[in-house]
């Protein structure tokens, strides 16, 4: 069906409200300067940002904000690039949102910007001390997370999404009204390729979902022995291998009011899976009954396998002594075999700290792992930090411009090993948010920033928390129900 041209005079009529609409904004005059920066939220003053993140929409918290405006542009870059680099926003209200477009073209060039903040506050412009953006080295494209209330329950209403960090687009890769509202953990990238990847539906009739290309494959990855099927694991270089824990995971109560809950492994182990040949292979050295072993991660050379290990205690009376360390052990992908002597890199008795959740860089320069005081589940001591090993000197760094007084884990890396994304509660301590930290060649990681939103008062009214983020090269090829169907059909069993 042919559509009417609009008719001219419909034309004027729609110029003069658009310019009548305008006009509701008002423009800064009699502007007043203040020494101080901007009360915004989210906290997106000085920071490092890669070159292709979506807008840092953000508010002005003030109760009495009117409008805003917002001038963005490039400081040191030639004059005929200063046009095409800057933007001028105006908005009613107290929110600042940039136009996706004109946003792409501002940090398409590597270097520092100029944020200037004018308010309308109470009838008066103020103009705030300006601040900058650093724009740096490019992000993978793609990130995925478990998003799971925080509250009592072990699970409710869980999701698994998939958000592209290069505008606002974000679905579910595994959701709970399509596996019968069963628990699921976190999606794995092997060396952050969507081609191939793992998460894990438990319960009755789940599995491990594999996704090979797309085409995705029931696991059943445990055998007479286990103490229970995988729970936290990692692919090798080649991704032919996985290396995974079984956990007997018992949640608890606390009797002090000022802590909430308390999560402990009655047992754990770690293993090999060979996804050629469906055989597990084990070690005495990592599958001692006596002895706790968890978070297994291969380096990204694949030829170690990093975990965390902590000597038996009296659960729950003992839990407070008990602290893992970081080790390592030898791996050989070429013959599938698991090497004879443990090595410990950090001693979390003798550091007073217990160890988690470690993670190589992919250039295998440095390992970023989670300590708390004691236990096995961090993401409930409100103490839990992020520290950064160097692998070449054995020296630790305490990451302090990234820790915050909340919890901060779960983390992982870039594919260029310049970015860290990690799950932090450092806003009111119950709801976990992702937050991404630049880590230059020196190794020296800088102020980190929440993931941004479309809409500036996102993170007021959500109530999941992000959990367990992970990085990825590209979009998944697969959705929640092909992990449905998956999860329908016959799961491949392995054997010893």
Known sequence: MKRRPIPHSMMAVIAILLLALAGC????????????????????????????????????RDDHCEAVQVEARHCDLMPEYEEETAITLLNKGNEAIFDIDEWKKLIHHVGNIEVKVTALINGTWMEYKPFFWHVTDSIDSHLTYRLIEPDYEIYQNLTLQERCLENFDERSISHYGLVGNRCMNCHTYANRQPGLSMLYVRGEGGGAILNRDGQLTKLNIKTDGMVSGSVYFGFSKSGRYITFSTNVIIPAFHAMPRKRLEVFDRASDVYVADLETNTIISSALLSDSL???????????????????????????????????????????????????????????????SVCHPRVSPDGSHLVFTVADYGTFPIWHQESDLRMLDLQTGETDDMLIVNSAKSDTYHSWSSNSRWLVFASKRDDGLFGKPYFC???????????????????????????????????????????????????????????
């Open 25 to 60: 904004t008002p423009t800064p005059e009699n502007v007043t300067k203040s020494n101080a920066l901007p009360q915004m939220y989210p906290d997106y003053i000085d920071i490092t940002m890669p070159c292709n993140i979506a807008p840092l929409n953000f508010l002005v």
């Open 291 to 353: 002895t706790f072993e968890t978070f297994p991660t291969f380096s990204p050379d694949g030829k170690y396998i990093y975990f965390c290990s902590a000597p038996p205690t009296t659960l729950p009376d003992g839990l407070k002594e008990m602290r893992y360390s970081l080790c390592r052990i030898a791996f050989d992908e070429n013959t599938g075999t698991i090497g004879t002597e443990v090595d410990t890199l950090f001693n979390g008795r003798e550091k007073g700290l």
């Open 438 to 496: 630049y880590v230059d060649r020196r190794g020296k990681a800088h102020k980190p920033f929440v993931l941004p939103q479309k809409d500036p008062h996102f993170y007021d009214y959500n109530l999941k928390s992000f959990n367990a983020p992970e990085l990825g090269k590209g979009r998944l090829p697969f959705d929640a129900h092909d992990v449905k169907d998956a999860l329908e059909g016959k799961a491949v069993d392995f054997k010893n």
